[in-house]
């Protein structure tokens, strides 16, 4: 176990120092300031607070999703991370043991970067931020009433959710199904590059992340494939337009193919030869 730690160490000190990083925050950083900083005008119009909440309503355009998850690409499409420095150790430890600790390191990686994501989102709202555990008059007044085009406001905060969820509840649902999802096509690029090319994964990658669109116009088939439209807690509630599973069955779906791939890396892993990984 305290192999499989430091092999999760050594990746997370690496992606701390890598510079991809740093250019997806950038970018995300000025796509949420678009929708956000119009908000902040807002609040310092009307001297008022908002609750720390507008992360979970930037999910409910597939714009941001886009956006987000093809910083996850761009993370993973590398994978199995392999270098001259790990070499040694999957001849160390054996290859099972080091893939275990790149599949740790890939749902801790998708985890931390929601994190961050939230935290880039309260940047922006900062001082006007008052952290109650309710939606609060803001949220309310933009989804109930078009105080919002007055301001420029682009931020659509859906009446459902509202009405549906608490703020917690939503929150944690969004971290859980994005941290899930994060993984998933983290395991896309890892199978891609064992068994195919990274380009193949990359496609495959930006075909999930681009299904969120017009999702209502699809087939009901697309419904139940469309994992990373389940981000948005919206999708978890059943209306005319959106046909696919309900919670539980989303969640076996996700964790279904989950375990699918990471079946299939195993696999792919111990019929390669660290040369081969290597190219």
């Not at 008052?130 to 109930?144: F, H, Q, V, Y």
């Amino acid at each position: 176990m305290g192999e499989i730690i430091r092999i999760v160490r050594y990746q997370l000190t690496q992606l701390a120092r890598n510079p991809r990083l740093y250019m997806i925050v950038i970018l995300n950083s000025i796509f949420s300031a678009m929708f956000l900083l119009p908000i902040r005008k807002l609040l310092e119009s009307y001297h008022t607070l908002a609750t720390p909440w507008a992360f979970i309503f930037l999910f409910s355009q597939a714009s941001v999703i886009f956006c987000f998850m093809g910083g996850i690409i761009i993370l993973f499409s590398d994978a199995p991370f392999f270098n001259r420095t790990q070499m040694f150790l999957v001849i160390r430890v054996g290859k099972r043991k080091w893939l275990t600790g790149q599949l740790i390191y890939m749902l801790i990686a998708g985890m931390l970067y929601y994190v961050l994501l939230y935290g880039i989102s309260l940047v922006f709202l900062l001082p006007f931020i008052t952290l109650k555990n309710e939606w609060g008059s803001i949220w309310n007044s933009l989804a109930r009433s078009d105080i919002g085009l007055n301001y420029g406001i682009y931020l659509v905060v859906p009446t459902e959710i509202l009405n549906c969820f608490t703020p917690r509840q939503a929150f944690r649902w969004l971290i859980c199904m994005g941290t899930l999802n994060s993984f998933l096509i983290g395991l896309v690029m890892l199978c891609s590059n064992l068994f195919f090319k990274k380009e193949i994964g990359i496609c495959i990658g930006i075909i999930m992340i681009l299904l969120p669109y017009r999702l209502e116009f699809m087939p009901i088939a697309i419904h139940y494939i469309a994992t990373v439209a389940w981000i948005n807690p919206q999708y978890r509630i059943e209306n005319y337009l959106y046909r696919g599973p309900g919670m539980w069955e989303q969640l076996g779906i996700v964790t279904g193919m989950i375990m699918l791939l990471t079946v299939l890396c195993f696999a792919g892993i111990q019929r390669r030869d660290i040369p081969e990984v290597l190219k």
